[in-house]
């Protein structure tokens, strides 16, 4: 290569696509806009995971990792929080892939756009014999980057959705984001818990990280009384929220989802169903309103919790060819297994660099943000992605189409169907999944000769 692989992104995924780029002897250059390796895990440095680390350590990363010889690698067995992912496995390793030879690690250095050198996105003559451009604004200011490759890990953490049902703020949102939590507090943090103790909590939202809040939460009102949770959902029955139980495949996940429906039937927490939020507003008391758009209120609420999901930032990515999903922006090809409308069942088909590719040849969307808005994405996933990525960019197509990956299954399969149907939903295993899940099977895609 002329010029190097370009990975935005010094995340989990970011750092496995280097890993991968370091074994095969590619040049690479990471480009993390925060200040250290897994800045935006950081954020989130006090949640458990619910993968063990056997699943949180890519491959090739743990062979780079074990090589140095002075590295102690974790208890695969081990559930470690977002912190411990972070020191004892994402910081390590990008502090390697800075010494490989070729491999450079840059943080602070936040990508504003992707482009053709020389060439704007509607010119098609020598469009693909030319590299990548790729702007950056970091600590010695603006910077222009050539790439052989751009591999756009930059994952969805720092786009929340918001409370609003619209998809655009609430009215009112914005003006009260002092009130307004996006993402889940540190309840452990007594500076943190005091700020919910004994007040009325609104949290919006359904999936994993509004079941630790619900938790938390629950908790926090044993602890304190006159603590008192409203959830509010935009569906019209809680539905298959808490996930399979007992019949999720990874163990964690279950039990996450088990805790949260304990803590959302004890009493302390009010379900408020059909709620799609319209505005928020202030009542003279300085509490906060809550409006649904057909009407539906909830008063007094001192703090709200939103965790209603992330979206990819998309914006600069404006100069380059891109096929995405309408509705997730997601990579096309895998909208259909992982919208959580359509479909619930985790059983997202082993996926590499063909469905991964963009128009924009050799530009690939992985990790999280390759799911868009869809929830639910496993490091294992990013993992595999990576490596038959840049086993590609390597022109080693054979390896590249090689892809393994099983999936642990969530215990549900059915989908939610129509947005305000509650009969939609199935007990029974059926909606978009058919038949009652299987055990699963390891499945390969492109072998060799194909």
């Known amino acids: ?55 949180l350590i890519d491959p090739a990363a743990r062979r780079l990792l074990e090589a140095t010889g002075s590295w102690t690698a974790p208890d695969d067995a081990a559930y470690p929080t977002g912190g411990e992912w972070r020191s004892a496995y994402l910081q390590p390793l990008a502090d390697l892939l800075a010494t490989v030879h070729g491999g450079e690690v840059r943080y602070r250095s936040r990508v504003v756009g992707v482009g053709r050198s020389g ?18 604004d970091g600590p010695s200011g603006p910077e222009r980057i050539l790439g052989s490759a751009v591999v756009d890990a ?22 009260h984001a002092d009130r307004l939590t996006y993402g889940i507090p540190d309840l452990h943090d007594p500076a943190v818990a005091a700020t919910y103790a004994g007040k009325h909590v609104a949290v919006a939202g359904k999936g994993a990280s509004a079941q630790g809040v619900l938790v938390g939460l629950a908790r926090l009102a044993e602890a304190h009384p006159g603590t008192r949770v409203s959830w509010l959902l935009r569906r019209p029955s809680v539905g298959d929220a808490f996930g399979g139980g007992d019949n999720d495949q990874l163990e964690q996940r279950g039990k996450l989802g088990q805790d949260a429906k304990a803590a959302a039937t004890s009493g302390l927490v009010t379900h408020v169903t059909q709620f799609r939020t319209e505005s928020v507003t202030g009542q003279a008391d300085g509490r906060l309103t809550l409006t649904s758009i057909d009407g539906q209120q909830v008063t007094d609420v001192d703090e709200v919790i939103v965790v209603t999901g992330f979206r990819p930032d998309l914006g600069f990515l404006s100069e380059v060819r891109l096929d995405l999903d309408p509705a997730l922006g997601a990579a096309r090809v895998l909208a259909e297994q992982i919208h959580p409308d359509h479909h619930s069942c985790g059983d997202v088909a082993p996926h590499g660099y063909r469905e991964l590719a963009q128009p924009e040849q050799g530009l690939y969307l992985v990790g999280m943000k390759s799911y868009g808005r869809a929830p639910s994405f496993l490091a294992m996933t990013g993992f595999e992605q990576v490596r038959s990525v840049m086993a590609a960019l390597d022109g080693d197509l054979e390896a590249a189409g090689l892809v393994e990956l099983v999936l642990p299954e969530t215990g549900v399969c059915n989908g939610a169907g129509a947005f305000d149907d509650p009969d939609a939903v199935s007990d029974a295993g059926g909606g978009c999944c058919g038949a009652p899940a299987v055990e699963p099977q390891l499945v390969t895609l492109g072998r060799s000769g194909r």
Do not use: C, K
Request: proline share 7%; glycine share 12%; charged share 20%.
């Open 119 to 136: 060439r704007d996105l509607m010119v098609d003559s020598g469009r693909e014999a030319d590299p990548f451009a790729v702007h950056t």
């Open 154 to 175: 930059s994952g969805t953490w720092t786009r929340p959705n918001p409370l609003g049902a619209d998809g655009y703020p609430a009215l009112g949102e914005t003006a």
């Open 1 to 55: 290569m002329q010029h190097p692989v370009v990975i935005i992104g010094a995340g989990p995924i970011g750092l496995a696509a280097a890993a991968h780029a370091a074994e095969r002897r590619m040049p690479f250059l990471v480009l993390e806009a925060g200040a250290d390796a897994g800045a935006t895990v950081g954020e989130w440095a006090h949640v458990r995971l619910f993968s063990s680390w056997a699943e």
